[in-house]
């Protein structure tokens, strides 16, 4: 799902409760996974990835394929993070 949707109370007004709609479908825990630019960071970028293209090649995609759509879905869940 690429994005959720609930409620919450308001920021600016305690006493109401309100709709929210969010980024949803993030396969890391959190944002802070895809914008921060330490090592670790990256490395742990780069295993995501390696574990997304997995899951493709394991859905029949040969491994160029699924090199692309790996890189895809971290371009995807890279700007639903920036814009949460």
Known sequence: MLFGFGSSQDYS????????????????????YYVTTDAK???KRQKYLLHVQSMFELLGDAP?????????????ETALAKAS
């Open 64 to 76: 160029d394929a699924a090199r692309a759509n790996a890189q895809t879905v971290m371009a995807i």
């Open 41 to 43: 960071s990256e490395e």
């Open 13 to 32: 007004d305690a006493t109401r409760v309100i709709a929210f709609a969010s980024a949803a479908g993030l396969g890391l825990p959190d944002r802070d």
